[in-house]
């Protein structure tokens, strides 16, 4: 005798599926992990996360791990290339000097250690 009804088979996911589904969520997981270790590099959080993606997430370790860190501008917070002497929004480099304060420095040949004999001078 027949069944009088129909089973419908829905496609459950088997042992095998679920393999799979964990292991690209793994592999997701570390992609962003990786991702936002490279937002404080120059290959920044898009190129990491693409090559750990592709590229597995060992791949996109040694990417971050190559990449130059960026210099966090200590006058005004924006973060730039370290290729850079000068913030491009403030203009100023890590000590808070200007281009052209640095550059009056340079040609009147100012130290510490002069100017410091200079005030001791002024002061006797």
Known sequence: MKPSFVIIHIGTA?????????????????????GYYGKKK??????AFLNSLFLTPVGGMIMVG?????????????????INDF???????EDGFTKEEVEEMATNKVTENSTFESFIKSAN
Not at 14 to 33: E, H, Q, R
Not at 42 to 47: C, D, L, T, V, Y
């Open 14 to 34: 088997s042992g095998i599926d679920y393999i799979v589904l964990d292991t690209l969520l793994i592999l997701f997981s570390f992609a962003i992990i990786i």
């Open 87 to 93: 913030c491009p929004e403030c203009n100023k480099n």
């Open 66 to 82: 190559i990449s130059r860190k960026l210099i966090t501008c200590n006058s005004c917070g924006t973060m730039y290339k370290s």
């Open 42 to 47: 120059e290959i920044g959080f898009q190129k």
